[in-house]
Every structure is written in structure tokens, then in C-alpha cells.
């Protein structure tokens, strides 16, 4: 059911261009690919091949052995490695990256295959799939999948995400439209991994998706799937926002999701495991929205991962003369790009290619008129007035107390206030220097800690020699008084000897 009118947030009209969804295209193989091996939250992964090897389409070349957050990498394509080198990357500085040079064969590695009736696989076998096909969060997130479904968690409900946060962006409605069955798929698999009892389906109300996901739900007959339709509202996609917003349970501050017996999954990353299960085909493809006022013509681009964006702009009719600015992402809270040699990565959801009229003038920022449009708009109910005021006198401590940690970053704010005042840039600060602040009391903490465990252990080993030196006084003195006094008095000399060269041992 449609939830009522949220008391936050922004309402942006939808472009006529994208009433009824934009298409959806299949790009070609690029000449060259370059694959980033850090396309994740957490480490990157080693790399497994060298310069001059051939590899094949969904190949592991880049894997992690840890037990920290990674992703493995896949060959997008078959071809020759002819670089292995730190290059730059879309959404980060750089990471070491390998490039491809494709052969136009496109020849499937047969080293994965599909998986016989996967929902009656063990979850443990599930989740290890989920692992090897490197699938990670694809709503931008890029967290590792298979560690979000742990049952060891306790979620008893998944969110199936397909509210696209930022406006403008609708790789998920397009997906939707096309794939709504694998989708559902990858969501029970999911389930069966989790454990858990229900999947709620969020979609946008008034989308092309709609149609789509209701009669595949319909079809399906799972009664653990209903379907929730949420306001078009930014950012009503946000994670911890969605889930207020459908189970009226708050994810509290410094919490996490799962926490709560709840966790979202991008719908595009549930069709990923579908795809990986059904045709042994890992993570090596993605829909990115190509779109702006710069676009000639916008469009949803299917590309390979490691494709250079110049390569999906042409595959939507090249620049405008309006063209700009390159963004990665929404107009909201996109990134922007010095160039488009960069490639398309996992967690590159969005070309936003903005035009002379999209952006906005520079208008010098004015005082704070206390007005309070910021704290109505705030999806996370902050008071961006007093953590100004907070900010700008440096008071670290009322910054923590009112909550900046708990600050998104959505622009919001930004968007809303008539001072022109950049909040974001001004809390996005702040909140670096609170983490600065937080890691030099963590150190000292530490400090402390080492500070008292060293003096502990001195005084553990000063009992104990103490007291052997006792026993063996006591058992000399047993054998005469004068030779007992003698021997006392040359172990006593020992004694203080012996602590001023542990003392001189211990120093820090």
C-alpha cells in the first residue's frame, strides 16, 4: 500500500522525457576495458593474472582471501591483460587497475556454471555462490553481498530495494520492467540464506515498474512477498529511511540496519544473483542511467563493467552543446568527474551529464535567518541550524550531541535554504574533523590501556620474585641464624639490584 505524505524530503517534478521510462539498451564490447580491483567497500582484491595473459569472459582476475569486506573481480570479456597499473577511478582517487584488450570472441570462462534448482540448495552453498560471483550492493553502496546475508544477523525481514533515491536515475525501473522474475528469484534466494520470514517490495508509486513487479508477484505466489509503494520523494530510498518508512522501526544512532532484524538489497543485486546461480555468469554488467540536459539522447545503457563512460554517452547520442559538468550519480549527490576515460564500475549506477540550465548560479552565501526550512526538509530530523552554529565555532562536543554523525548528506538542506549556505560542505568538514577528534582519543585510550596493562604486569612480576627471594631466605635461615642474617642481606642487595634493572627493562 502507498504510505501517506512524509513531513520531509523534496518533491522534484518528473521529467516528460522519462514519463513513460527511458529505454533500455544493450552497449557493444568495447576495444579496451579498464577493471578497477577495488570496486567495494573494504579491500581490494590481489590481483591473478599478469600482463600478456589471455583471459575469458566472467574469469577471476582478482580475488581476496580474507575475512574482511572484498569483492572478487571478473574479466568482463575475453581477451589479453596489457596493463596492470594504479589508474584512476570512478567514486574513488585510484586503485590498482588491469587492463583489457578484447578479441571480439567474447568466449565464456567454463569455469562457473549454472546451479540445478537453487532453492533447494543449502544456504551455506547459497551464500558461498554469492561470494564467488563478487556481487555487491548495486544501489551505490558497493558493501559485499554474501556478508549482508549472514543468518547469524537474525533479519527476519529483507526490503527488496526498488526506490531509486536520487532523481533523474531509473536503471532499477528499467530493470524492473525487463527482469522482474529473475529479480524475485534472487530475492527468494536470499531469504533461503537469511532465514528470514518476509521480503517487502518497495517501489516508487507512479512508475513504468509498477505493472511489471505486481503481476510477477502475482505469478509468483510466495505469500512471505508483499509490495509497499513509497512516496516520490528524495530521498525516501535511503536505506534507513525505507525502513522507517515500512516497518516503522528506527535504526538507532551508530546502529546498523540489521540491527533491527532488517536489511535492504538493491534490486539489481538480487537479479545479479539470479544471474549468477541460473547462468554462471558473476558480476561483470550493469544498467547505468545516461542522462542530463548534456545528453543527446537519455537512456538506460546494459554495459560491461570497466567500459570507459565515453563509451555509453556515445551509446546515447554523444554531448549536447549544453553539456557542462560530468557527474557520477544524481544531481543531488553525485560525484563529479574530471573526465570520461573513466570506466563504468559496480557501483556506478548513473551518468548525469548536466547542462548550462541545470546548473545553478553562484549565489554568495548570506546569514542564517534562522527560518528552520532545514530542519522540516532533514530525513534524519537534525537541526542543520544549530550544527551550523556548532560548527563554526568549533564546538566538537554539541556537534556530537546533536547528532552530526547521523547526518546523510542528501543536500537537502542545501537545496532548501533561501542563504544560499553550502550545509553540506559545512557538515561533510565537520564530520571529518569529528572522526580526527574520535581517533586521537581512541589512541589515547589505547595509550592508557597499554599505560596500565605494562604496570600490572610489573607488579605481578615483582610479587612473584618477591616472594621466591622470601622462600629461599626462609629456607637459609633455617639452617643457622648467622649464615641465615649473611644470606638475607646478600639477597635483599640482589633484590634491589634486580628491580632497578627491570625497571630499566620496562621503560616504554
Not at 67 to 77: D, E, G, I, K, S
Not at 216 to 231: E, K, N, Y
Not at 472 to 499: C, M, P, Y
Request: aromatic share 4%; glycine share 8%.
Amino acid at each position: 500500500m502507498s504510505n501517506t505524505q512524509l513531513r520531509w524530503g523534496i518533491r522534484f517534478p518528473r521529467p516528460a522525457a522519462a514519463a513513460g521510462g527511458l529505454p533500455l539498451i544493450i552497449a557493444p564490447v568495447p576495444e579496451r576495458l579498464v577493471v578497477p580491483l577495488n570496486q567495494n567497500i573494504g579491500f581490494a582484491s590481489s590481483a591473478i593474472v599478469a600482463v600478456g595473459d589471455r583471459v575469458m569472459k566472467g574469469q577471476p582476475i582478482g580475488t581476496y582471501s580474507g575475512n574482511a569486506p572484498a569483492a572478487h573481480v571478473h574479466a568482463p570479456t575475453s581477451g589479453i591483460v596489457t596493463d596492470l597499473a594504479v589508474r584512476p577511478v570512478t567514486g574513488r582517487e585510484s586503485a590498482m587497475s588491469i587492463e583489457i584488450e578484447a578479441d571480439g570472441q567474447d568466449q565464456i570462462w567454463p569455469g562457473y556454471a549454472a546451479l540445478q534448482d537453487p532453492l533447494h540448495l543449502p544456504a551455506a552453498r547459497l551464500r558461498e555462490a554469492v561470494t564467488e560471483a563478487g556481487i555487491v550492493g548495486l544501489g551505490g553502496a558497493m558493501f559485499p553481498t554474501s556478508i549482508k546475508l549472514n543468518p547469524g544477523l537474525g533479519v527476519t525481514t529483507l526490503i527488496l530495494n526498488g526506490v531509486e533515491c536520487e532523481p533523474r536515475i531509473s536503471c532499477d525501473d528499467a530493470l524492473m520492467q525487463n527482469s522482474a522474475d529473475a529479480i524475485l528469484l534472487g530475492a527468494q534466494i536470499m531469504l533461503r540464506i537469511l532465514e528470514a520470514d518476509e521480503c517487502i517490495i518497495a517501489i516508487k508509486e507512479h512508475t513504468p515498474a509498477v505493472e511489471p513487479m505486481v503481476k510477477a508477484t502475482q505469478r509468483l505466489q510466495d505469500d512471505r512477498f508483499t509490495i509497499s509503494f513509497v512516496p516520490a520523494v528524495y530521498p525516501a530510498g535511503g536505506e534507513v529511511q525505507l525502513i522507517e518508512l515500512l516497518t516503522g522501526i528506527e535504526v538507532p544512532t551508530g546502529g546498523l540496519p540489521w540491527d533491527t532484524g532488517v536489511i535492504c538489497q538493491n534490486v539489481a543485486t538480487a537479479a545479479a544473483v539470479t544471474t549468477f546461480l541460473t547462468e554462471g555468469e558473476p558480476l561483470i554488467s550493469r544498467i547505468v542511467t545516461v542522462t542530463g540536459e548534456g545528453i543527446a539522447q537519455p537512456m538506460n545503457v546494459k554495459t560491461r563493467l570497466g567500459s570507459p563512460i565515453s563509451h555509453i554517452v556515445a551509446c546515447a547520442g554523444g554531448y549536447t552543446p549544453a553539456a557542462s559538468r560530468l557527474i557520477m550519480g544524481g544531481p543531488m549527490m553525485g560525484i563529479a568527474l574530471p573526465d570520461d576515460a573513466l570506466p563504468i564500475t559496480k557501483a556506478c549506477n548513473s551518468i548525469y551529464v548536466a547542462g548550462t540550465q541545470e546548473l545553478a548560479a553562484t549565489t554568495p552565501a548570506m546569514p542564517c535567518i534562522r527560518c528552520g526550512e532545514c530542519s522540516i526538509t532533514c530525513p534524519v530530523d537534525l537541526m542543520p541550524q544549530l550544527l551550523l552554529q556548532a560548527k563554526r565555532v568549533n564546538d566538537y562536543e554539541r556537534l556530537e550531541t546533536l547528532g552530526l554523525s547521523d547526518c546523510i548528506e542528501c543536500g537537502c538542506c542545501d537545496y532548501v535554504c533561501p542563504s544560499h549556505i553550502a550545509l553540506t560542505r559545512e557538515f561533510r568538514t565537520a564530520k571529518q574533523a569529528l572522526w580526527d577528534i574520535g581517533f586521537e582519543k581512541r589512541r589515547a585510550r589505547l595509550a592508557a590501556q597499554r599505560f596500565s596493562a605494562r604496570t600490572e604486569r610489573l607488579d605481578r612480576k615483582t610479587k612473584q620474585r618477591d616472594q621466591e627471594l622470601e622462600q629461599q631466605i626462609d629456607a637459609l635461615t633455617d639452617h643457622g641464624s648467622n649464615h641465615g642474617d649473611r644470606a638475607r642481606d646478600v639477597l635483599e642487595q640482589l633484590l634491589k639490584r634486580t628491580k632497578g634493572a627491570d625497571d630499566q627493562d620496562e621503560q616504554p
